[in-house]
């Protein structure tokens, strides 16, 4: 009964360097999305898919990029990491836009 | 633009009930979400309303929704000290496809 896996849970980068976080879902929903957390502002959504192939911005889509090959997977890419996305970066998934969503566990990035 | 507002903390005894309060902007909201956020953790669906509802039960929880006021409430009966957390309200438009609006987050703790 795995839900979205999201990997790794931790990780540690230099600014300017790249990485990609690694978000699965099992549940075959169409719809992902990538959010960030920040102390005092909620969540912020970052990108989402609608459907494999089919990806759009949300409010703070800068300095990131997302792709959508399959149903299942929407890695998230730190294209050159800077302080400011030191961040708790939570993907979701939901069978349709207009269901909940449900979420991973997280993945904690600090930039150096 | 959309706003999703929550008050930052709540203190309660354990036995008591606690009630949370939410305020949003956006009248066409459709959707409204109470997320639960445990301590190095994912958010996890608590409960959600459907706007043309005003009060939704399920066990301890109970949702109101005020929509001339825009306001949403979570009230957790017989609080106990597993429900220490931060409790997220969340909104979101049909037309806007699963973009989720979160609140800040209100950080409930129990005591003895």
């Known amino acids: 009964n795995a839900g979205v896996t999201q990997t790794p849970k931790f990780q540690v980068l230099k600014t300017g360097q790249s990485m990609t976080l690694q978000c699965a879902q099992d549940?075959?929903?169409?719809?992902m999305s990538w959010y960030r957390q920040d102390p005092g502002m909620g969540l912020r959504l970052i990108h989402y898919s609608v459907g494999a192939g089919i990806t759009d911005q949300g409010e703070v889509p800068n300095g990131y990029n997302v792709s959508r090959s399959t149903t299942e997977d929407f890695p998230l890419r730190l294209l050159s990491a800077a302080p400011s996305q030191t961040s708790v970066y939570f993907c979701a998934s939901s069978r349709t836009g207009q269901q909940p969503q449900h979420f991973g566990d997280g993945t904690r990035l600090s930039i150096l | 633009g959309e706003d999703v507002e929550q008050s930052l903390f709540l203190s309660v005894r354990e036995g008591d009930s606690s009630v949370i309060n939410c305020t949003y902007t956006d009248s066409s909201s459709t959707y409204l979400y109470w997320y639960k956020q445990e301590p190095g953790a994912g958010l996890q669906l608590l409960t959600y309303i459907f706007s043309n509802m005003d009060m939704k039960q399920d066990q301890r929880l109970t949702v109101l929704l005020n929509k001339k006021d825009k306001h949403l409430s979570l009230r957790i009966a017989d609080t106990q000290t597993g429900d220490s957390a931060i409790y997220f309200c969340a909104s979101h438009r049909t037309d806007s496809w699963g973009k989720l609006q979160f609140g800040a987050g209100t950080q409930v703790v129990v005591t003895p």
């Open positions: 549940m075959n929903h169409e719809y």
